[in-house]
Nanobody, 126 residues
Framework: QVQLVESGGGLVQAGGSLSVSCAAS??????????MGWFRQAPGKEREFVAS????????YYADSVKGRFTISRDNPKKTVYLQMNSLKPEDTAVYYC?????????????????WGQGTQVTVSA
């Protein structure tokens, strides 16, 4: 069974920074062969793509709304993917979800992902 566990969410003032991470586990989960992504969902809104990273980090995609402010990275030996968030805005407030895809490269479509974490709350105050 595959588990993705997010951590690092919290409350931060606008303009601040926060880092969230996602640790993967599971006997059959070959983390280094899988693309990983981050999505978020604000109250009353649909889940939206934030960023994704290919199996070896060679291809990275960002939503336009976070480009230049957020950085996704991964550490394959640690089976962990990170999202560094800088210059945070109140509109970044959401539950942030980690997602894993059995593809080597995955993009912004949720159906590309096979595994999901439970989410971690990020709140940005004005």
């Amino acid at each position: 069974q595959v588990q993705l566990v997010e951590s690092g969410g919290g409350l931060v003032q606008a303009g601040g920074s926060l880092s969230v991470s996602c640790a993967a586990s599971g006997r059959t989960f070959s983390f280094s062969d899988y693309a990983m992504g981050w999505f978020r969902q604000a109250p009353g809104k649909e889940r939206e793509f934030v960023a994704s990273i290919s199996w070896n980090g060679g291809r990275i995609y960002y939503a336009d709304s976070v480009k230049g402010r957020f950085t996704i990275s991964r550490d394959n030996p640690k089976k962990t993917v990170y999202l560094q968030m800088n210059s945070l805005k109140p509109e970044d407030t959401a539950v942030y979800y980690c997602a894993g895809s059995t593809k080597l490269v995955a993009g912004r479509v949720p159906s590309e992902y096979n595994f999901w974490g439970q989410g971690t709350q990020v709140t940005v105050s004005a």
